[in-house]
């Protein structure tokens, strides 16, 4: 144990040093096409506009992009510009505003979000960024910045239901960890796919790319992890652990480095652990996601339960988050009200999520993983026909089909986020007055037989 908290205080001094290097190599941080400062003059006649880079204060003159008009070029606030390479130098693609403007609506939608989004990362150990992530952005805040607020609301959010449920006994410290050392040097892979792909076909094609892992990621492994509880969930035991055909078959593979995992109750070749992880890290760069793949992963491949697999990612987000935020953070994108509005509900509802593990079995976990998976699934499948337009790979929209598109994404989230909050509670409560009233019974034995 004390080599285990060794190695963690090092990676943690560690991770700044190696993120700086990272950036430095270009192997963080966003895309070089991506400018962040003020615009100050707009010329709507010669379709030109003068911005002003914030690291240096380099005044640049660039052209309207061919959607753009002069209402979307905001003036006075920090705005964050896209350049459209295959349109020529110095033609911006888009411009959106650095930080959302807060209202009393907008502060209540965060703190909501927050919450159920902690519920869900206690409770099935994702992180939340598959809900938080379009969420904020659904508010109007810009990709990159909600990819980075929420990496970065993530680590404390993940130390604290990591160690909650460690205390509970449910979390593998020896696997999350060695699951989260092949998970970084898998988000460092992913990251470099996703700069092929913007090179390539730009912010476009990279959207379409992340929109088509997104949905194929979620229906495949969701429906696979729903129909598993639902077959449990008929069983008459379904409060015991049952370890998957390939991970038994798995388990029997003696290739060395073998490791022991005390907490999951599992030993098995170390080089079982490393693709595991590098999916996880991969999916993490591609769609700010992991826990799909890590607790799955965990559960099917490595043999183990889902109470502890869930906990164990707790672990694996924390430090995958800690080491995004670092880079991110070096490249000013992280809005910290939106960090710290998130977080200060999350955290309630991260603990109200382990605490519910404690209470339900193990199959209820996995319905609400699924459920919440698929559902999110036609959340993002909506945008991908707008994506294929905007790359010209299929017909433009009409604007009716546009708004029909968008609601139906905003609304499947919303009812991803109910079904969450639905499940989670229901399944605590009747899990707590069982729990009462099986304490209530015991102590009557007790006073009967005394």
Avoid at 357 to 374: A, E, F, P, Q, R
């Amino acid at each position: 144990m004390k080599k285990l908290l060794i190695l963690i205080v090092a990676a943690l001094f560690l991770m700044p040093l190696a993120a700086q290097t990272a950036a430095a190599a270009g192997g963080a941080g966003p895309d070089k096409d991506m400018l962040k400062g003020l615009i100050t003059q707009v010329d709507e006649a010669n379709r030109t506009f003068t911005f002003v880079r914030e690291s240096d204060s380099k005044e640049f003159t660039f052209t309207f992009g061919a959607k753009m008009e002069a209402k979307d070029l905001p003036m006075g606030t920090k705005v964050m510009i896209n350049l459209d390479q295959h349109a020529g130098e110095g033609v911006a693609k888009d411009v959106s505003r650095m930080f959302l403007a807060m209202d009393l609506k907008t502060v209540i939608a965060l703190l909501v979000i927050g919450l159920i989004g902690g519920l869900l990362s206690g409770f099935i150990g994702s992180g939340g960024a598959f809900v938080l992530t379009p969420a904020m952005m659904s508010l109007g805040v810009p990709g990159a910045v909600a990819v980075a607020s929420n990496m970065c609301h993530k680590f404390p959010k993940a130390m604290v239901g990591a160690y909650k449920r460690y205390k509970y006994g449910q979390a593998d410290l020896k696997l999350g960890l060695v699951m989260a050392v092949t998970a970084i040097i898998g988000v460092q892979i992913g990251i470099q796919i996703q700069k092929a792909i913007l090179h390539a076909w730009g912010n476009a094609g990279s959207n379409l790319y992340v929109s088509v892992v997104f949905v194929f990621t979620l229906v495949v492994v969701g429906a696979y992890v729903f129909m598993d509880a639902q077959k449990l969930a008929k069983k008459k035991d379904s409060t015991g652990h049952e370890v998957s055909r390939l991970a038994l078959a798995l388990q029997k593979i003696n290739l060395p480095p073998m490791m022991h995992f005390k907490t999951a109750n599992v030993r098995i070749s170390a080089w079982i652990t490393v693709p595991v992880g590098l999916l996880t890290g991969m999916l993490a760069a591609t769609i700010a996601v992991g826990g799909f793949i890590g607790v799955p992963g965990m559960i099917y491949v490595i043999g183990a339960s889902a109470m502890v697999a869930s906990a164990t990612e707790l672990i694996i987000a924390f430090v995958m988050g800690f080491w995004g935020s670092v880079q991110w953070g070096l490249s000013g994108l992280i809005d910290i009200r939106l960090t710290l509005l998130i977080l200060s509900t999350s955290l309630i509802g991260v603990q109200l999520g382990a605490l519910g593990t404690t209470y339900v079995k193990d199959y209820i976990i996995k319905i609400v993983m699924g459920s919440v998976m698929l559902i999110v699934a036609v959340s993002r499948g909506a945008k991908i026909p707008g994506y294929l337009a905007d790359l010209g790979w299929g017909a433009q929209l009409a604007p009716q089909t546009t708004a029909l598109l968008e609601g139906l994404s905003f609304w499947s989230l919303v009812a991803a986020l109910a079904t969450a909050a639905i499940i989670i509670s229901g399944a605590m409560a009747k899990g707590i007055i069982s729990h009462r009233a099986d304490e209530q019974r015991k102590i009557v034995e007790v006073r009967n037989h005394g």
